[in-house]
């Protein structure tokens, strides 16, 4: 059985900017990429993103990635989000989703 999807919030610019492997620029100092669960992603947005319009949603397949992911509690909420320890490959990506906000993603997972 597969492994359920991981989804990513992204800008734009730091999508674009990726070759054949994605980070970003936060990876450099926090040593992994922060995902969510498609059930997070909302409120993940809410939190770290309101009122920007220059996003997509990566969606991972986890089955995809040679870096490990680790589901770890969120300091500040304790909630259990998936961390990968290293980068995305594209060839992990099997989805990338317009994210404008109120616009929802009904289609995506």
């Known amino acids: 059985m597969a492994a359920p999807r991981l989804f990513h919030i992204a800008t734009l610019d730091e999508w674009h900017a990726a070759g054949a492997d994605y980070s970003p620029a936060a990876f450099t100092h926090e040593g992994f990429i922060h995902c969510s669960h498609l059930e997070q992603v909302e ?6 993103y309101g009122g920007r319009d220059d996003l997509v949603l990566l969606e991972i397949d ?9 589901v770890e509690p969120s300091p500040t909420t304790g909630e259990r989000y998936p961390h990968v320890y290293g980068r995305i490959e594209r060839t992990a990506v099997a989805a990338v989703h317009p994210f404008v906000e ?3 993603f009904a289609n995506v997972g």
């Open 43 to 48: 409120a993940t947005r809410a939190r770290h």
């Open 62 to 70: 986890p089955d995809r990635l040679s870096s490990p992911v680790i």
């Open 102 to 104: 109120g616009d929802g």
